[in-house]
């Protein structure tokens, strides 16, 4: 059963992932419920309220799970003393706190089930509202009933509740009676809507009014299963996608930053390159002007009269000076015209060596656009990653429907390589309950020899089994007993038919819970490998995990891990397992199911423990 406060309860056939710690109410919930049992489910008025009744050793136990607005569930005693809740919270009309009686939410309207068409006609019959809204205000049923009612009655939606008569009334009271009899009466037609294949309600008969496609289910809690999953899976994905996507949108806006640096330092190492090789051409032209310029001072003139004679040389265009664009004296530099191009040279440099300081500084910016373009790759791929794995998520299914259990699969089984079922319990419980319920006369029961070994059953069904079977049946009794958590290799193990175990002490003696009774002559299987397989098995359209002895899980299936006795703590093994049975799987749907598997599932096909992965 899965219970969501505000929202959902029914029993659910996906497999959703088990939190790591149970919460404190989980916890609370374990300890006043445990072991109880569901005697009763009510609905408190036509309020969106479930009452689950259980009665056990602690006592009567109400779970009171309210399911409109942000929702609740709260445990109450056999005096309506709250016990546990989900959501403890003071609000101005009602407390929900441990220690004080449960009080339910005031009525916030007429109920449809008891209300006369006066009462309603009296209620409605001021309003300047449209007819739904006043129904929605005056009534304790949801919208979607008013409108299918209305609907039914030929009732416009948006007519003002003031303008409906009596006669109108009456028949909206006499519609929506008739619809919620139909559910009571459980004349359903259970059914999801669909727009642009969005599930967008659920609903448990036909509604007229609700337009979309529509997609029938055999039941309602299967109807129900299926819309509130979807939505859950929805969910989960967009909280997965969520983070990665704002990850990638950052590295876009870094990738955006880098593309305009790497711009930016190409065209600044493209234009030292050409000022460099511009220089490189005009050397000796360049060399003279700085002497000319040099011999001016030197000879005593001052720098206005220098400036005067450049001005001069340009006027009659007059080669080296002509080519002098401006004198910063300070400086100690001049700055030349060549082409579109204007370059600055030391007065006490050679312009050989201004050509080899453009060429310096073009070589320094080149690597730093080697650095940038490194990382505008390393920012692309990580890009890249992160888009493969929002494909991964989109395409990945957040929930796993999961076949429907057998009777025995509440106890250790497998399947022989040929078609035999073994069953093996847990604990004491489950080995007194095989031995009791399901052990019938030419059944083949095995124990290993020492003591600490589940109940394994070999359920004949009419046949012999074979050799074969009871070998496989003996090697995972052994790996699933005390031998195992020894890290033994091997150990012994018996076998007699069913008829010769008894749960019945001879008179006299007692017999301990777990215990059983064996009479005449046992066959002994020596030497009995202590080695078992996990696996992964598709099954039509669903998978699940297998496991047993190994010959019996190749028979089954290609992707399986085997395991021995090690050191390795079960729950580093659990993860061990999952994670190589993901290796090997080959199709992307079969990973994607591994994956989403809890680490528990994979826990609880272990041996006792620990052990280690046979590579």
Known sequence: ????????????????????????????????????????IRQHDFDRIVILSFKGKEGLYELHIELFGEGNIILVDGEGII?????????????IARGIKLEYPPKRGLDPLTTTPNQLHEAIKNEKTSLVA????????????????????????????????????????????????QVKDGSLNPNIVYLDEDPITVLPIDFQSIKGEKRYYQSFNQAVDDFFSRIFASEVKKAMLSPVQEEIDKLRATLKQQQRRIEELEQEASCNYALGHLVLNNLSLLDEALF????????????????????????????????????????GTLAVKLGDHEVRLSL??????????????????????????????????????????VKTIRQEEALYKLPKKEWYEKFRWFKTSDGFLVIAGRDTSQNEAIVRKHLSPNDIFLHTVAPGGPVTVIKANGRQPSRKAIEEAAQFAASYSKAWSSRCAA???????????????????????????????????????????????????????????????????????????????????????????????????????????????FQQALPPKSGRIIE
């Open 292 to 331: 000319r310029i040099v011999a001016m001072r030197k000879s005593g003139l001052t720098w206005e009269q220098v400036l005067s004679e450049v001005e001069k040389a340009k006027a009659r265009n007059e080669l080296p000076l002509s080519i002098v664009e401006k004198i910063h004296p300070r400086e």
């Open 134 to 181: 006043a129904l929605v205000k005056h009534l304790n049923a949801p919208k979607e009933l008013i409108e299918e009612t209305l609907h039914q009655c030929k009732i416009p939606i948006d007519v003002k509740a003031c303008d409906i008569p009596s006669d109108k009334a009456e028949e909206i009271v006499n519609v929506m009676k008739k619809i919620i009899g």
């Open 83 to 95: 016990k546990h809740a989900l959501k403890q919270k003071k609000m101005k009309d009602r407390t």
């Open 1 to 40: 059963m899965l219970i969501e406060a505000g929202r959902r309860i029914n029993v659910t056939s996906y497999s959703y992932q088990i939190p790591k710690k149970p919460t404190q109410f989980a916890m609370a919930l374990r300890k006043y419920l445990r072991g109880s049992k569901l005697e009763n």
């Open 348 to 389: 006490s440099s050679r312009a050989s060596e201004v050509a080899q300081q453009f060429f310096q500084r073009a070589k320094e910016l080149s690597k730093k656009l080697e650095g940038a373009k490194t990382a505008l790759k390393k920012t692309e791929e990580k890009i890249k990653e992160l888009e493969e794995q």
């Open 491 to 601: 150990t012994e193990v018996f076998w007699v038919l069913g008829n010769q175990v008894s749960l019945s002490p001879p008179s006299g003696e007692y017999l301990p819970k777990g215990s059983f009774m064996i009479y005449g002559e046992k066959n002994l299987v020596k030497g009995v490998e202590l080695k078992t397989a996990i696996g992964i098995l598709r099954d039509g359209e669903f998978c699940k995990i297998v496991y047993g002895p190994p010959s019996a899980i190749k028979a089954q299936t290609k992707i399986f891990v085997e395991l021995l006795p090690g050191d390795m703590p079960s729950n580093e093994l659990a993860k061990a397992v999952k994670e190589a049975l993901m290796r090997k799987a080959e199709e992307e749907s079969l990973k994607r199911f591994i994956r989403s598997l809890p680490i528990e599932y």
